[in-house]
């Protein structure tokens, strides 16, 4: 194969303009894993105690179809959002995310920092019902 005929099947910029954001994307969740937010160091803890009590596991800042996720368990397609302020600022784009991952089976459940702070234990009930309706 010559070449042009090559250079005709692979567009060298768009694969390396979609290699570079994901990269970009990768660096941005390995910086958000090493420094969390208070209400994702917070809600950590509990997933935590989660993973060490059930056979499922939760991963940090995972990217799942192109949206890094806050915490994610493949196997329930599972992701949970902790909202802090920035999010009253984005809530178009988030519905956006939201429903784009629903399409693929994502179900997400949202908390805010207040309530990983303040209601822990109602925080760990609820996703660990989730959890289960999902395992049938």
């Known amino acids: 194969m010559s070449l042009a005929e090559l ?4 567009k060298p910029q768009k ?24 209400g994702e160091a917070k809600a950590w803890t509990i997933l935590q105690e989660i ?28 992701g949970i959002e902790i909202d802090g ?3 009253q600022n984005q809530r178009l784009y988030d519905q956006y995310r939201e429903d784009n991952l629903k ?3 994502i179900k997400l459940l949202h ?3 207040w309530q990983v702070f303040n209601q822990p234990e109602i925080v760990k009930k609820q996703i660990v ?3 289960l309706k999902g395992e049938t």
């Open 111 to 113: 908390f805010t920092n």
């Open 103 to 105: 399409r693929e089976g």
């Open 85 to 87: 302020s920035i999010h």
């Open 15 to 38: 694969h390396s303009q979609w290699i570079r954001k994901q990269i970009k994307k990768d660096q941005l969740a390995k910086g958000m894993i090493l420094y969390p937010t208070q």
């Open 51 to 78: 993973n060490r009590i059930t056979p499922y596991y939760f991963k940090r800042q995972r990217i799942v179809y192109g949206y890094i996720i806050d915490f994610y368990c493949h196997p329930l397609r599972l």
């Open 129 to 131: 019902e989730i959890m």
């Open 7 to 10: 250079s005709q099947i692979w």
